[in-house]
């Protein structure tokens, strides 16, 4: 496995909470404009993370297929 259950448990309350601050910005969003700009940035920083491992795992998917490729020629 290449995430611990940990890393799952925490990739995902990350999303959890990202979805519940989008969720609850997007109501205030008529009152308080500002709140864009915050929302934008709280996205950024929850989902960069998650975006690098993401990128992280097809990386090492590639270079498996790269070296499966390799010992087979």
Do not use: C, H, Q
């Not at 709140?35 to 795992?57: M, S, Y």
Request: aromatic share 8%; net charge positive; glycine share 2%.
């Amino acid at each position: 496995m290449i995430f611990s259950v940990p890393t799952i448990i925490i990739i995902l309350l990350a999303i959890l909470l990202g979805y519940l601050v989008y969720r609850d910005a997007k109501k205030k969003e008529k009152d308080y404009p500002v709140l864009r700009g915050t929302l934008v940035t709280i996205l950024t920083f929850l989902l960069t993370p998650i975006v690098i491992l993401f990128l992280l795992l097809i990386i090492a998917i590639l270079v498996l297929i790269i070296l499966i490729l390799t010992l087979l020629i």
